[in-house]
C-alpha cells in the first residue's frame, strides 16, 4: 500500500497556484510596488455659446449630442432641441463626446449638417482629440469646450 500524499488530492494548477502565492522571494527581488494613487477623473465643460448653458461630461461618461425625438424614443445626454431657431440644423443623433487614454475625443455621429471643430468639419465617424479651448460647431450651435 502506498504512502499518503495530500498533494495528488490537487490538481497541477492549485499546486502551482499555491507555490506562487508562498514561494519565497529570490536574491534581489523586492516585493511589488504599490499602485500610485488614483488621479481625479478628468472632466470636460462643454459650454453653450447661445445660452451660456453648460453641461459636464466625466472620464466615466459618453455624451451623445443631438435632439430630442420621442416618437423615435431618442433622448441625448445634450438635448440642443431647445437652443432656438438654430436647432432645427442639429441631427437627432449628431456627435458624441467620450474619454479614452488620457484624452476627451468628438466624433460626428453622421449629422446631416455637420460637426466643426475650430472650424474644420469633422469626418463621420473619426474620433477627434479636444483640447481645452477648443470651438465646436454642432450644425449652427456653437459650444466652447473647458477640460480640467
Known amino acids: 500500500m502506498s504512502e499518503f500524499n ?3 488530492l490537487e490538481s497541477p494548477e492549485e499546486r502551482e497556484a499555491e507555490h ?3 514561494a519565497p522571494l529570490a536574491e534581489g527581488e523586492t516585493e511589488p510596488e504599490e499602485a500610485p494613487p488614483t488621479t481625479p477623473a478628468a472632466l470636460l465643460r462643454l459650454r453653450i455659446a447661445h ?3 453648460t453641461i459636464e461630461v466625466r472620464s466615466h461618461q459618453t455624451c451623445e449630442i443631438g435632439r430630442l425625438d420621442p416618437s423615435l424614443g431618442l433622448v441625448p445626454d445634450l438635448d440642443l432641441s431647445q437652443e432656438g431657431p438654430e436647432a432645427i440644423w442639429v441631427s437627432r443623433r449628431h456627435a458624441r463626446i467620450f474619454y479614452h487614454d488620457g484624452h476627451f475625443y468628438i466624433e ?3 449629422s446631416t449638417n455637420g460637426t466643426y471643430l475650430n472650424n474644420k468639419r469633422l469626418v463621420s465617424g473619426l474620433p477627434y482629440a ?6 465646436l460647431r454642432f450644425g449652427r450651435i456653437i459650444a466652447h469646450v473647458h477640460i480640467e
Do not use: I, K, V, Y
Request: net charge negative; hydrophobic share 20%; aromatic share 6%.
Open 6 to 8: 495530500p498533494l495528488e
Open 20 to 22: 506562487w502565492h508562498t
Open 51 to 53: 445660452t451660456g448653458r
Open 108 to 110: 460626428d455621429l453622421g
Open 130 to 135: 479636444l483640447q481645452d479651448g477648443d470651438e
